[in-house]
């Protein structure tokens, strides 16, 4: 695997279910992005982990929680989820000095029901 | 409020033309703007970007066109090509620590067509 590889790549979820999406990079690098991608809407930002250390929680909802157990791997875990919350969920890791070069996985197109 | 107007917000190109995207900002204090191309089911990936000490930078087709009295910044590709058929997001970042939060436009569907 290269890069950044998230999964699953679909996911269909009641609103009472609980999962999680994985993200893992493959790049050496130290910082790792939780992005939600909803159409015709810029990206927004949820979470950022710099060398594993929450720095940023965008104002999220606490029924999205992320978890950063080392550099290399993300997950978001979910739970009690809503409608509006369909979206395509990317992740995206960098190198804690370059924070602008943000290298995207392929997403989690995630439906609530 | 930190924000960057994209336009169009789709766009439809003959091959051998030239694609030319706008992003306007207003945050003076942005110094790195990025351009990322986005494929169905792919991820977006970064394809140019540029900071604020140049006017244009370019790769390849691409260019960025930069104006900083106007806060906009551009994309042209030259000579398009079916290939390059993809949305197209600006980014700005940049000033008071928060280097990592890339604000985007809401992005542009470029088709071109053989």
């Known amino acids: 695997e290269t890069g950044v590889t998230q999964t699953p790549r679909h996911l269909v979820m009641g609103m009472t279910n609980k999962k999680s999406l994985k993200c893992e990079q493959h790049?050496?690098?130290?910082?790792m992005y939780w992005y939600k991608q909803s159409a015709k809407k810029p990206l927004e930002l949820m979470f950022v982990y710099s060398l594993e250390e929450r720095v940023e929680n965008n104002s999220v909802p606490s029924r999205f929680s992320p978890e950063c157990p080392n550099s290399s791997h993300l997950f978001l875990h979910l739970h009690t989820l809503q409608p509006e919350d369909s979206a395509l969920y990317l992740c995206?890791?960098?190198?804690?000095?370059?924070?602008?070069?943000?290298?995207f996985g392929p997403g989690t197109r995630l439906t609530v029901l | 409020q930190q924000q960057v107007k994209q336009s169009p917000q789709s766009l439809i190109v003959q091959k051998g033309g030239i694609s030319i995207i706008n992003c306007a900002y207003e945050n003076t204090a942005f110094d790195y703007f990025p351009w990322y191309q986005q494929f169905p089911g792919k991820g977006p990936a970064l394809l140019i970007a540029?900071?604020?000490?140049?006017s244009e930078k370019k790769e390849g087709r691409f260019t960025i066109s930069f104006n900083k009295s106007a806060k906009q910044f551009s994309l042209h590709i030259m000579d398009s090509q079916p290939g390059d058929s993809a949305t197209y997001f600006c980014?700005?970042?940049?000033?008071?620590?928060?280097?990592?939060?890339?604000?985007f436009g809401k992005g542009t569907l470029l088709t071109v067509n053989p």
């Open positions: 790049l050496g690098h130290n910082a």
């Open positions: 980014a700005a970042s940049g000033g008071g620590g928060s280097n990592y939060k890339l604000t």
């Open positions: 540029i900071r604020p000490d140049v």
């Open positions: 995206a890791s960098s190198q804690v000095w370059s924070p602008n070069e943000q290298f």
